[in-house]
């Protein structure tokens, strides 16, 4: 388990720590709310991670991380504003009585702002626990990044 452990947060680390015009860093707002950071691999994949706080009935701290494929102006808004579809999969660790780890599977939309090197994002990431406390969970958020 403490391999696991060192092996999701190297992948936060390196996401946070990469310097490039493609690292954006900013606020995920919601469940999880907190920091997050990511971290364009090519046009079409990123790395994503963040260090919140998980709000419920306990606040607990919230740490993940995930892999990312991007489709490209999937939708416009206003038939003018594209907006990338992305869906991934990853790793969360949550913090509150018991150490819980589990697998993200996020779907959301992003609008890479055109005068400004910013994104902004919805997203929604069902969670399947599988140690600690072992079962299910949603979780709702949007934010946005200034990318470096």
């Not at 919140?52 to 504003?81: I, Q, R, W």
């Amino acid at each position: 388990m403490k391999t696991f452990l060192v092996l999701i947060l190297v992948c936060m680390t390196s996401t946070l720590m990469a310097a490039s015009n493609e690292l954006g860093l900013g606020v995920i707002l919601g469940n999880p709310t907190g920091l997050s950071g990511k971290y364009w691999l090519d046009d079409n994949a990123a790395v994503d991670g963040a260090f919140a706080l998980s709000l419920g009935k306990n606040t607990s701290l919230s740490l993940h991380s995930d892999y990312l494929l991007h489709k490209k102006s999937a939708f416009f808004l206003n038939d003018v504003h594209p907006l990338d579809l992305y869906f991934g999969a990853g790793g969360r660790l949550e913090f509150d009585d018991s150490v819980e780890i589990g697998v993200r599977l996020p779907v959301g939309l992003a609008h890479r702002l055109a005068d400004q090197p910013a994104d902004v994002f919805a997203e929604i990431a069902p969670i399947v626990d599988f140690i600690g406390r072992t079962g299910l969970e949603m979780h709702f958020a949007i934010g946005g990044r200034y990318y470096f």
